[in-house]
């Protein structure tokens, strides 16, 4: 693995105009240890989903650099660069001819890994994301629930084995419990695959629940970024403080519940 | 099984095969140019738009128009060529919309996802953009479908062999089986295939290889079984030797073979006079061992163009058509000057060569129920003038725009009369009910005497006359044996004899080949 010390992904100076001279996103500096969960939070159209579009060029980049895995995105071929990046977003993204077995396939199939091999990783990762390979995976997308159409999302973008994983509010179209369960569920699977993550959310209480660091956006700009403590404990703006105000409330529920 | 309906499955292998190649042929061309356009132009909103605007318009031409008009972009030619581009253009509208729509339609979170998962263009189209378009693309197929096997009806007028055959043919000639007979194998046709597409994306959508198997299997047992006959030499005899069966079939006297398989292509117009005039050759033909084809249903300039480009060989015309329409001669002249310089007129033009007259005049003629003229006192079109305000004369669409009847409505002061166009089938009848005043009759048609018209005189001589001659193309011409073959036709059909004949299909419902038995006894023609 990467020296825990050289980050995983570089952002210097990200920058992102539109045509008619609209600044999205301006001067983003943002570094992703090996690992490590970074959450970008901030109100709708702060530029945060902007961002992270960047890094898989989803979105291209209009200033600055964007270094993964000690490359300048810019000279990677996007179809290659999204391959060695995991992505879950918004919904679910799930292509809904194909049934579970083959949306999560589709990636080893892409990158050419014979059959036999692409079966045993589909079966690896229905049993990560806990669904019973037999029951569901010959299943079609609308034949599931919106919790197990995410946990098929989150296996389909781990299949390729990524390096990264992007996360577009993957968490915020479920209802409280089973997106409870899928935020744990995803921690323990970053725990045990080691991937590092870069995950999108509006929601401040998922943010400083998953996060090891979380960097605060508006109108196109990190306001504040450093760990959910360092952000609690001295918000450097009232912005942040504001936002902050809610969750603390259910951090406090939360504190009494676990005591 | 009646003499009729024996005909009509005679001809079948025959149509049906014609029809079946023209319509898929189309369609797999229509498709083959839709569909990757569809897929270019999707993404690209103007380009998108542009195309479905020009795909609108030729939709707007109404199918007979296009087919009609691909006859002179194509040069004139006549047949396969011309019903095939028109067909296929068609086509395209209904696939090429639904391919935009379908794929426009295509949800974007799941475009985002296959681009955000590293799909590349390539992959993104063919793994989920068209699999999840297909059902929409399926559908406009499944449109295009029942538009072309429908319209492939009417490729009959420019000459191409189809089911519409039936339908023209039944029309002029008032064999209502026959429409029906046409319909029924039209529609059942366009309703087999639609299904059969319509089962092919449900096994593609649902991935049954068995049902796939099975219905590509039945497509293409259907499409090899109706144009088998296309291809090979079918055992079963013509159609107007099964009519033959059991009564004594016509032989011809002159020497046998002296055209032993030649083979001889003869061009008619739709109406009953033009379909006993063609059987009439085709069986003196087929006694000298001559290999006859027929294009029946021509419209009147198309079947023109295609003796003057040698698509056809032989057609049956009449002078003062020729010398109207296609010398575009205002001015009547006296019968005889008009045959001759008409005939030397198409030899120096064209080639075409006069063989000579039938015998028989079929004119233009005003008629109106003997009733009505006695009741106006009218025996001359002249007196109609002063009743020209009440009066309706109907006519074929033709008649209207030709010299004919403009120049009768200045000579005989009848411009206050209303005109109303229709078949002409339906214009005798509507006479005799009341239903119009007058007619542009035929002189040789057999409802005149059977419904008590008359036919109003023309003393100003304004009526140019309409000798029935046979023509030869410039090709034919050249064949030896060909003007020996018919010269005994020459002259040997009087006015009344062709009016009787064309009672007999018109009016007692026999078909043209049991007119063509009754003629050829008639005329002395038949075995002695």
Redesign the interface.
């Given at each position: 693995m990467a020296d825990p010390a050289t980050p995983i992904l570089e952002l210097q100076a990200v920058a992102k105009t539109y045509a008619g001279g609209v600044e999205a996103v301006r001067g983003v500096d943002l570094s992703l240890a090996p690992g490590e969960l970074l959450a970008l939070t901030g109100e709708s159209g702060c530029g945060k989903t902007t961002v992270l579009k960047m890094i898989?060029r989803?979105e291209q980049a209009s200033g600055g650099s964007i270094v993964f895995r000690g490359r300048d995105i810019a000279g990677v071929d996007p179809?290659?660069?999204?391959?060695q990046?995991g992505?879950v977003?918004?919904?679910d993204?799930?292509?809904?001819?194909f049934t579970v077995r083959e949306n999560i396939a589709?990636?080893p199939k892409?990158l050419g890994w014979d059959p036999a091999r692409c079966e045993l990783r589909v079966r690896e990762m229905m049993k990560l994301v806990q669904l019973d390979v037999e029951e569901f995976g010959e299943r079609y997308p609308h034949a599931l629930s919106g919790g197990q159409r995410q946990r098929v999302g989150f296996a389909?973008?781990l299949a390729?084995n990524p390096g990264l994983v992007?996360m577009d509010e993957a968490f915020s179209a479920l209802d409280p419990i089973t997106r409870d369960a899928l935020q744990q569920d995803f921690k323990r699977l970053q725990a045990e695959l080691g991937f590092s993550a870069v995950m999108v959310t509006h929601d401040m209480a998922e943010a400083l629940i998953m996060a090891d660091r979380i960097a605060v956006m508006r109108n196109g700009e990190i306001v504040q970024q450093g760990t959910p403590a360092e952000l609690l404990r001295a918000p450097a703006q009232d912005y942040v403080a504001q936002l902050l105000e809610t969750p603390r409330r259910q951090m406090r529920a939360i504190a009494e519940l676990d005591a | 099984m009646n003499a009729n309906l024996a005909e009509r499955f005679a001809e079948l292998p025959d149509l049906l095969s014609g029809h079946v190649l023209l319509s898929v042929a189309a369609l797999v061309v229509g498709m083959a140019i839709s569909l990757p356009l569809g897929i270019f132009a999707a993404p690209r909103r103007h380009l998108a738009n542009s195309v479905l605007n020009i795909a609108s318009v030729i939709q707007t031409i109404p199918g007979l128009a296009l087919l009609a008009l691909m006859v002179p972009l194509l040069g004139g030619t006549i047949g396969y060529a011309p019903a095939f581009m028109a067909l296929m253009l068609y086509s395209i509208l209904p696939i090429l919309r639904n391919t935009i729509v379908g794929l426009q339609g295509v949800?974007r979170?799941?475009i985002?996802?296959?681009?955000?998962?590293?799909?590349?263009d390539r992959?993104r189209l063919w793994?989920?953009e068209l699999?999840?378009a297909l059902p929409v693309i399926v559908a406009g197929l499944r449109t295009a479908t029942v538009w072309v096997v429908g319209a492939a009806t009417l490729a009959t007028p420019v000459g191409a062999p189809s089911l519409g055959n039936y339908i023209f043919a039944g029309l002029q000639t008032r064999n209502w089986l026959s429409v029906i007979f046409g319909c029924l194998f039209a529609a059942g046709l366009a309703i087999l295939l639609d299904q059969l597409i319509r089962l092919m994306e449900m096994a593609a959508?649902e991935r049954q290889k068995g049902l796939a198997i099975r219905v590509g299997s039945a497509l293409m047992i259907v499409l090899m079984a109706a144009t088998l006959p296309r291809f090979i030499e079918l055992p079963s005899p013509a159609p107007a030797q099964v009519l033959a069966e059991g009564e004594a079939p016509a032989r011809l006297r002159a020497q046998e073979g002296a055209l032993q398989g030649a083979r001889v292509r003869i061009g008619a117009k739709a109406f009953s006079e033009q379909y006993i005039l063609a059987d009439l050759i085709e069986t003196v033909l087929e006694g000298e061992g001559a290999d006859v084809e027929r294009r029946d249903n021509l419209g009147s300039t198309i079947v023109f163009d295609a003796l003057r480009t040698n698509e056809i060989d032989i057609s049956i015309d009449y002078t003062g058509t020729i010398w109207a329409t296609i010398m575009n001669r205002p001015e009547p002249i006296d019968r005889y000057a008009m045959f001759a310089e008409m005939s030397g007129w198409l030899y120096e033009q064209h080639g075409i060569v006069t063989l000579g007259r039938l015998g028989f005049e079929n004119a233009y003629g005003f008629a109106m129920r003997a009733d009505l003229a006695g009741e106006l006192g009218a025996r001359t079109l002249g007196d109609l003038a002063a009743h020209a305000h009440d009066l309706e004369v109907g006519g074929d669409a033709e008649v209207f725009t030709r010299s004919e009847w403009i120049s009768t409505r200045d000579a005989y002061g009848l411009g206050a009369v209303s005109t109303r166009a229709m078949d002409a089938t339906f214009m005798y009848d509507a006479v005799r009910d009341g239903q119009v005043d007058l007619i542009s009759a035929y002189t040789t048609d057999g409802r005149i005497p059977a419904y008590d018209l008359v036919v109003l005189d023309d003393p100003l001589g304004v009526l140019p006359p309409y000798d029935a001659v046979i023509l030869l193309s410039p090709e034919a011409a050249a064949r030896a044996g060909l003007a020996d073959a018919l010269a005994p036709l020459v002259g040997a059909i009087d006015s009344t004899d062709m009016r009787e004949a064309n009672r007999l299909v018109d009016l007692e419902r026999q078909t043209p080949s049991q007119a063509v038995r009754w003629l050829l006894s008639e005329i002395g023609l038949d075995e002695e």
């Open positions: 898989n989803l179809v290659q660069l999204r391959r990046i992505w977003m918004q919904g993204g799930l292509f809904p001819h589709i990636l892409l389909r973008a390729g992007l | 949800d979170g799941v985002e996802a296959a681009r955000g998962l590293g799909l590349t992959e793994q989920v699999p999840l959508r």
